[in-house]
């Protein structure tokens, strides 16, 4: 038998101890391998209280170790996602985006679901609301069941539940590692007592279900507070903001260490600037703006391209042929069989009108005289006998006019204005019209003669007077389509193209038609306008759509004149490109305003930036004006206001010319906001210009920084004094001249002009009326000379007398005939044109017969007065 010794003491604590090692390494080893029993990915849980079961989901990381406490979110959904499903908050936001992340992803989430489907839709989430207490119990539930860090818990809000984020951390920020804000907003009062919790706040710039001054405002308030929060405003996004959060690993990032800077580079890029591209460059679309400008054509407009219409149309517009026509007739108990081959058509057009009268419903009548159906031969057969005769002529309106009438519907198909035929109306009147004796008659068979072959075919085609009239409506959808084609908006391009108030890069636009409307006053189109991209390179794949810009249909001035009207906010959606695009700058050396030139001097701007000094005279800066977001247009009591957030005032230094390298240096955030003015300016007695001038004073306030990883040895900024240097660059702007100037030709309709007449605000569109331009004439002479005046459809007028130093004004569209008999016996007969300005006086000093002249013009400082004066006709 073996016998052994008991172990020694020493012996006996080395085997415990070897024991408990492996124990607790037993342990360590197994519990991730348990872990593995716990459900990852979307978990559905059930929380249970005094008012039910109340269904919620968790997600759990594939990370995710039960010995190891997790960084947890708590995600707050929007207004749409409310219910009891338990579900559908994980659809719209954080939600879809978890099914992306990688492998190494960490956080626990947290998805409650607001049961308030009635209630007000930003405050169902605040912590003295049902649903706010509900979630937070619920996380505490959470943090039970799995293992949370509580040093990263974060609160994340979209929407609705972004102003629930706000409400819930700004009651206690004490649980809360970090704050987010997506498309949210909140009291300014609570947001300033989380001004000690890290926050980042996102929201698009185009975003309509919530304004992105509600996030602006509440950064701001928690900069006042003391606070440095990170805002994040994307361009062209709208309410759904947290697609530039959820999938980009530094938000994630931040949210484990919301301590760690994403303080962005300064803007400024020294040593290049950007040449635009050339005039003959492809237009690839890059933005489509809806609703960006609007056309109002009143029936007075309608009526002046009626009356330009038989002065415009071509020739051969009414010319053309009608296929042959073959009928059977009975005579003498008999049957012949008649063709009509060779058939043409033509008329002169003698006078037209234009006229919208009811809802949908725009009528066009063409007065026709001398039209001609002329059938170029007719062969007769039956009966053992036959006939062939030359051309037969039906004349029509040769003793007045005749008119051919029809009714369009305007509507907008594949992107083209287009007229729907929906009614002709042609009645020939039995005195207007006739049926000439067919030439070259030949006859074969008994009783077949040429007397009996004419009397017979001229009393048929008397007989058919409701067939020609169905031929010439048959020619209307001829002319409609040839009116079509003459529809064009480049005049409403240049006019749309007048507001860009901005010194960088004017990006090409066009208009499009997008919706059209018919009233018994006239037609209103609204216009869509497209941006083109900078470049091919720079195109997106396909063109973004922005919101809205302007007014719809409802909202336009039913007005009998010809309006053109233009929402400056389209304006945001493309300078939100060049932002994006890093194209809205301008170095201040390049600018016509000296007195920001101050900012590239580094003496002077050492004044108010003292860390400057340190680099001694010999210092070189590059400075750059850069539009860092999108500017906005919007009602400021009545006036339209230009608000430009972000405008920078960008450096970058090296120590002297010989050096090669730039450093970022400090960059000057200004945020301005300036009234503005359009008006109508007369630049001479016929032309006329849109002028978009700065009024009252701006507000202006700055911040500034310097470069991330530049440490300054003196790190202050005079921020009074730099807001006075760059209001003295935005006076010397805006008092040199105005921000646009566009000279606006008249509106030529071939025959008839139209003259811009007044522009004005009213939100959100600038609204520019066309009227009449009539004709002008002036007696500079020392005599009083007496003519007379004719219109396209008026006998001449009664003899005016105009007194010397007189004139009269024509309230007309049209050019008009002017006569007069001389004082030697002599009749002066001339057109003047619409718009035109004459003048009597005398060719040459010591002359004295008086001349009818074209006007001497010098620059007007405002329109001619109304034509109210009892001198006008």
């Known amino acids: 038998m073996l016998r052994l010794s008991p172990p020694s003491p020493q012996v006996s604590y080395q085997r415990r101890l070897v024991t408990c090692s492996i124990l607790w390494m037993t342990i360590l080893i197994a519990q991730p391998i348990f872990g593995q029993d716990i459900p990852r990915g979307f978990v559905n849980k059930v929380f249970k209280d005094d008012q039910g079961d109340h269904k919620y989901v968790v997600f759990v990381p594939k990370t995710y170790n039960p010995a190891r406490p997790a960084p947890a979110i708590l995600f707050l959904h929007g207004g749409g996602e409310c219910g009891t499903d338990g579900t559908l908050q994980t659809t719209i936001g954080l939600g879809p985006y978890l099914t992306k992340v990688p492998e190494t992803f960490p956080f626990l989430v947290v998805f409650p679901q607001c049961e308030d489907t009635r209630g007000r839709i930003l405050t169902r989430w605040r912590p003295d609301q049902p649903d706010g207490i509900r979630a937070l119990k619920i996380l505490g539930e959470v943090e039970k069941q799995y293992k949370v860090d509580p040093k990263h818990r974060s609160l994340v809000g979209w929407s609705m539940g972004g102003y629930g984020a706000v409400a819930i951390a700004a009651a206690d920020p004490t649980p809360w590692n970090a704050v987010v804000s997506l498309s949210g907003g909140g009291d300014a009062e609570e947001a300033a007592k989380l001004k000690d919790t890290p926050f980042w706040a996102f929201h698009g710039a185009q975003d309509t279900a919530v304004k992105v001054d509600e996030s602006r405002k509440l950064v701001e308030a928690l900069k006042a507070a003391g606070g440095k929060p990170i805002y994040t405003e994307i361009p062209n996004l709208d309410h759904e903001s947290y697609k530039a959060a959820f999938d980009r690993p530094e938000f994630y990032n931040w949210l484990l260490n919301p301590k760690i800077t994403t303080e962005p580079p300064l803007m400024v890029q020294p040593g290049t600037k950007f040449s635009p591209p050339p005039v003959n460059a492809p237009f690839i679309p890059a933005v489509h703006i809806p609703r960006a400008a609007y056309v109002r054509l009143g029936n007075d407009m309608l009526q002046s ?197 901005i010194p960088v890069y004017q990006p090409r636009v066009r208009v499009w038609p997008q919706e059209v409307s018919t009233d018994d ?176 004073q701006p507000t202006v306030k700055a911040t500034a920084r310097f470069a991330p990883g530049y440490t300054a040895e003196n790190t202050e900024f005079d921020l009074a004094k730099l807001e006075t240097l760059f209001q003295a660059g935005w006076k010397e702007w805006t008092n040199s001249g105005t921000a646009s100037r566009v000279t606006v030709p008249d509106i030529d309709l071939g025959y008839c002009k139209l003259r811009l007449k007044h522009i004005g605000w009213s939100a959100p569109d600038l609204a520019a009326v066309f009227g009449k331009p009539g004709v002008r004439i002036t007696n500079l002479s020392d005599q009083t000379v007496t003519y007379e005046t004719k219109g396209p459809y008026s006998d001449w007028s009664q003899p005016y007398a105009l007194k010397a130093g007189d004139y009269d004004a024509f309230d007309i569209a049209y050019p008009m005939l002017f006569r007069r008999t001389t004082a030697d016996g002599r009749i002066e007969m001339f057109t003047l044109p619409a718009g035109s300005h004459s003048e009597f006086r005398l060719p040459t000093a010591g002359s004295k017969t008086v001349q009818l002249m074209q006007a001497r013009e010098t620059a007007a400082p405002s329109p001619p007065p109304p034509d109210t004066s009892a001198s006008s006709k």
């Open 305 to 501: 391209l009626g009356d330009s219409i038989p002065r415009i149309v071509p020739a051969d517009m009414l010319q053309g042929g009608i296929p042959d026509i073959g009928q059977t007739i009975q005579a003498e108990g008999r049957s012949f069989s008649v063709w009509f081959q060779g058939i043409s058509y033509s008329a002169q057009l003698y006078r037209a009108s234009v006229k919208a009268y009811a809802k949908d419903r725009l009528n066009f009548q063409l007065g026709l005289s001398n039209a001609q159906l002329v059938i170029g031969s007719t062969s007769v057969n039956g009966a053992g006998k036959s006939a062939q005769t030359g051309p037969i002529s039906i004349v029509i309106g040769q003793t007045r006019p005749v008119w051919l009438s029809f009714d369009v519907k305007p509507v907008i198909l594949e992107g083209r204005i287009r007229l729907q035929l929906i009614e002709s109306r042609f009645n020939i009147e039995s005195d207007n019209w006739y049926v000439t004796n067919p030439a070259g008659i030949s006859t074969r068979g008994l009783g077949m003669t040429a007397e009996r072959v004419s009397s017979g075919l001229i009393g048929g085609l008397y007989g058919q007077k409701y067939r020609i009239e169905a031929e010439v409506k048959g020619i209307v959808p001829h002319l409609v389509a040839q009116l079509e084609q003459k529809m064009s908006l480049s005049e409403i391009n240049q006019v749309v193209s007048t507001v860009w108030p």
């Open 521 to 696: 006053k006239g037609v209103t189109l609204i216009l869509g306008a497209t941006a083109a991209a900078i470049s091919a390179e720079t195109a997106p794949k396909t063109p973004i759509w922005a919101s809205p810009a302007g007014k719809g249909l409802s909202d336009i001035p039913k007005t009998t004149a010809l309006t053109v009207g233009m929402a400056p906010s389209a304006l945001k959606p493309i300078v939100a490109m060049l932002v994006e695009k890093k194209m809205a700058r301008i170095n201040v050396l390049d600018l016509p305003i000296d007195t920001l030139k101050v900012f590239a001097d580094a003496k002077q701007l050492a004044e108010v930036i003292p860390d400057l000094k340190k680099f001694g005279d010999t210092a070189e800066l590059w400075t750059e004006l850069v539009l860092s977001e999108p500017l906005d247009v919007a009602d400021a009591d009545g006036k339209m206001q230009f608000n430009l957030p972000g405008l920078m005032i960008s450096v970058a230094v090296k120590p002297n010319k010989e050096a090669k390298e730039w450093q970022p240096y400090a960059e000057i955030r200004y945020d301005v906001n300036q009234p503005a003015a359009a008006s109508v300016f007369s630049t001479t007695q016929t032309t006329r210009a849109i002028e978009l001038s700065w009024a009252d």
